[in-house]
């Protein structure tokens, strides 16, 4: 079953098309990374998708039903969540409370609730605090321990890739947008992140599409890859199909290489 | 007594950074320019939990009245409540929100205003307090959100802006619109809270002021801070930190927002309003002005100065920056507070450095015997009388006072000592130690014989001064936690 269908997606700014008449379907339970060149437009597909922006033309179906048009916390509620390219962490909220307050889309306490302590609020509160446990101990003791009460800003870089995905599954998703989650990161981050993408899968049960560079993650993680260069689909199918396709090749190394003879 | 959970910082002295902390981190965190011993203090006191020290300084607050009997130290004990209250409120805007908001200080104007219309003889309408303090929070809250509005689609200055100008509008209609608000003459005889049977609480007791007002005002206090200290702790305060730290991951994270940013203007808005309504009823009147920007500047100094975000951090910043500004109204008392000022940063300095305690001494000696050499030429230079008591007396052998100073004297006095302040920063060495005594001296030239003849500007400049070295040695205000905008 289609989870995600996008049919169609087009979006310029002023004369330049970021994304132009794109067709994108991601079944449920599926891993699918998104390759192409800089400036290619996937960022730019996360943000349409995620709602930040919204598409001229073409319709984006998130378990049937359009989410065109809906507030970018009305999609998260709707169970899309994501990271970002550039981290974007509360940085100068705890570790536990960054985790916390993106529990906020399927909490209901209200302020007069929360003033007055309901037992209903705390039992929340209490749900809010396990959760965060949960997502930051899928983590191992990266994110744990001491580094539980500390404030994000003092987290490493490669700890502040974790603790966004920690971030983006409190949401309760069932997709998770993943932009360039290695990026930055040294080879043996790079191989744990792999490693980490399909144990995502496999315990919180999410499809993940996902932004990425490094070829062996690309390689290690996807079902289906898809390229795009210039805001359109260039090559669709498995990590060996795209990657010796002509045009993809052609995209990341320009004409006249190894195909033109 | 940190406001959301203390991080635990430890600072790089005997101990060294704890265990798998960033060394980065643990160096830079204490950068705060404490002795090493005051910051191990400050660690233990972050452990007693916020309840008891709450109930300790409202405890101490109960007391006050019992000890100190002058009708007008109550009423400015009062006015420092009325302060934490309104820095209360400001913080969840500005601390928590994140939105600068310049415009609150007019809530505090609609409570007061809607408490005087509400209830004197202006219209004829007296509702009980029951009624229409509850109701004046409403409206608070409403206004809140209407001003809330614009936050929508404006962040940062050009918010800022828009609420400045709301703050403007509010003063333009309540002094024109004169058959509703009075005008610039205000609403006159605001009635008194009353009580259930029909008892008025009386501001005025024998001619003093009533100590009852001092015990609403703490109770308004405890609420409000134990409610929103809860909020704060709950998602709807994780959300509100989280709009302040990035808005767009915040929304991207389920967190509406554009909502948030109303409900954090109208809490701010209407603890305003409370806090209004409890100025009107004590003072029995209220005039435009009251609410404009010297109020605004005051409570941002509060807020600022405290540690904007941190609960405990704007009280305190109320709670010193209230009583300060009342005692330097007075000219013994500002006298006392500036050279005990001047005395205490060269001694907290001077132990560090040697070369600032002989440039201490070396003042001390300058001025003695510049005064000297002053009366030996003409006897008018030194004529001035500073006024009474044992260290007034002292000051007058040490600075010059002219008996008629020239006119010309103030401004040059005044530019002169800011241009050697700002030579004094530029210079390095021995040079700077040489040119700090002549600068300290006439800046203490200038406060005698300038700004004590003019208390009203002096004390807003004090202030200001206060806050630039606080600024300076902890920019995040004296509770705040450590802020760190790009890593």
């Excluded at chain 1, 960054?98 to 039992?123: D, E, Q, W």
């Excluded at chain 2, 006159?188 to 009353?194: A, S, Y």
């Amino acid at each position: 079953m289609e989870l995600l269908e996008l049919t169609g997606v087009s979006l310029s700014f002023g004369g330049l098309k970021v994304v132009d008449a794109l067709d994108l379907h991601v079944k449920e339970g599926e891993i699918v990374s998104v390759i192409g060149p800089n400036g290619a437009g996937k960022t730019t597909l996360f943000n349409l998708i995620t709602g930040i922006y919204r598409p001229h033309t073409g319709d984006i179906r998130f378990d049937g039903q359009s989410i065109v048009g809906l507030e970018p916390h009305q999609i998260c509620c709707r169970g899309i969540s994501r990271t970002f390219q550039t981290l974007r962490l509360f940085l100068n909220m705890s570790v536990k409370e960054n985790v916390m307050a993106a529990c906020y889309g399927h909490t209901k306490a209200g302020i007069f609730r929360s003033m007055l302590r309901t037992p209903g609020m705390r039992r929340e509160e209490r749900e809010i605090e396990e959760i965060a446990r949960k997502r930051l101990s899928f983590f191992g003791q990266r994110l744990m321990g001491y580094r539980w009460e500390q404030p994000a800003y003092s987290l490493s870089y490669a700890n502040r890739r974790r603790l966004e995905i920690a971030r983006a599954t409190a949401t309760n998703p069932r997709m998770l947008l993943l932009d360039e989650p290695a990026a930055g990161m040294n080879p043996a981050e790079t191989h744990e992140i792999t490693e980490l993408i399909g144990q995502l899968r496999k315990e919180g049960g999410y499809t993940i599409l996902v932004i990425e560079h490094d070829m062996h993650v690309v390689e290690g993680i996807s079902d289906r890859v898809v390229a795009l260069d210039h805001g359109t689909k260039i090559a669709e199918g498995s990590f060996e199909q795209v990657a010796t396709n002509e045009k993809v090749v052609e995209a990341y190394l320009g004409l006249n290489t190894m195909s033109s003879k | 007594m940190s406001d959301s959970t203390p991080h635990g910082f430890h600072s790089t002295g005997a101990e060294g950074p704890a265990i798998g902390q960033d060394e980065w981190v643990a160096r830079h965190a204490d950068v705060r320019f404490l002795p090493a011993r005051l910051s191990v203090v400050e660690r233990r006191l972050r452990v007693v939990p916020w309840w008891a020290w709450l109930t300790l300084f409202v405890g101490v607050l109960c007391l006050f009245p019992v000890v100190e009997t002058s009708g007008y130290v109550r009423q400015v004990a009062f006015q420092t409540v009325l302060y934490m209250l309104l820095a209360l409120g400001l913080n969840v805007v500005v601390g928590w929100g994140g939105l600068l908001d310049l415009g609150y200080v007019a809530f505090y104007g609609i409570g007061a205003y809607a408490y005087a219309l509400l209830d004197s003889p202006h219209y004829g309408i007296h509702l009980p307090t029951l009624v229409s303090v509850p109701l004046i929070v409403l409206i608070g809250a409403a206004a809140g959100l209407v001003l809330g509005l614009p936050s929508w689609r404006l962040t940062g200055d050009y918010l800022a802006i828009v609420t400045l100008f709301f703050l403007q509008l509010f003063q333009t209609v309540t002094t024109n619109w004169q058959n509703v608000t009075g005008g610039p003459f205000g609403i006159l005889n605001v009635d008194p809270f009353g009580l259930p049977g029909g008892h008025k609480l009386n501001t005025e007791h024998s001619g003093v002021f009533a100590v009852s007002y001092l015990y609403v005002a703490l109770a308004f206090f405890v609420v409000v801070f134990v409610a929103l200290r809860l909020l704060n702790n709950s998602r709807t305060g994780r959300a509100w930190r989280s709009l302040r730290e990035d808005p767009l991951a915040a929304e991207a994270m389920g967190m509406p927002v554009n909502w948030l940013k109303l409900l954090a203007f109208s809490c701010g808005a209407a603890v305003a309003a409370l806090t209004g309504s409890l100025y009107a009823a004590l003072f029995a009147n209220v005039f435009p002005l009251t609410f404009y920007f010297v109020t605004l500047i005051t409570i941002y100094t509060m807020v600022i100065l405290g540690g904007s975000g941190n609960q405990a951090g704007v009280v305190l910043g109320a709670l010193i920056i209230s009583p300060l500004l009342e005692l330097l109204r007075d000219a013994d008392k500002s006298r006392i507070l500036f050279f005990a000022a001047l005395v205490g940063s060269f001694a907290i300095l001077g132990r560090r450095s040697r070369r600032i305690a002989i440039v201490a001494g070396a003042t001390l000696v300058f001025g003695f015997v510049l005064h000297a050499i002053a009366r030996g030429i003409d006897g008018g230079w030194v004529a001035g009388q500073p006024g009474a008591g044992s260290f007034a007396r002292f000051v007058e052998h040490w600075v010059i006072a002219p008996g008629h100073p020239a006119r010309w004297i103030a401004p040059i006095a005044y530019v002169g000592v800011i241009a050697a302040a700002l030579l004094c920063t530029m210079l390095r060495g021995v040079i700077r130690d040489v040119a700090l005594v002549p600068t300290v001296y006439l800046g203490a030239f200038v406060w005698e014989n300038v700004m004590l003849s003019k208390p009203d500007p002096a004390r807003y400049i004090v202030l200001g001064l206060i806050l630039i070295v606080l600024m300076v040695i902890r920019p995040n205000g004296l509770l705040g936690e450590r802020r760190v905008e790009i890593v």
